[in-house]
């Protein structure tokens, strides 16, 4: 998922650790950030073996039975 945002990627981020999804941003491991680049997005990344629960959790087709 691509963010130009970095209050609504982190956000996302949270969301995401909220359910015990384990991600990053791209700006967390970048050491010059976007220094060299114009490209000011921000890229959120999850483990494959997440991917798709956190599509699921994102799009909102998962169901809470208590609410």
């Known amino acids: 998922m691509v963010f ?3 209050p609504q990627a982190k ?3 949270g969301l995401l650790e909220a359910n015990n ?3 990053f ?3 967390e491991t970048a050491v010059f950030g976007n ?3 114009n490209d000011n997005s921000i890229k959120l990344y999850v483990m494959e073996k997440d991917y ?3 599509k699921e959790l994102l799009t909102g ?3 809470n ?3």
């Open 4 to 6: 130009h945002s970095v």
């Open 52 to 54: 798709s629960t956190a």
């Open 25 to 27: 941003l791209s700006t």
């Open 35 to 37: 220094f060299f680049s």
């Open 11 to 13: 956000i996302i981020k």
């Open 61 to 63: 087709s998962w169901q």
């Open 65 to 67: 039975e208590s609410i």
């Open 21 to 23: 999804i384990r991600c």
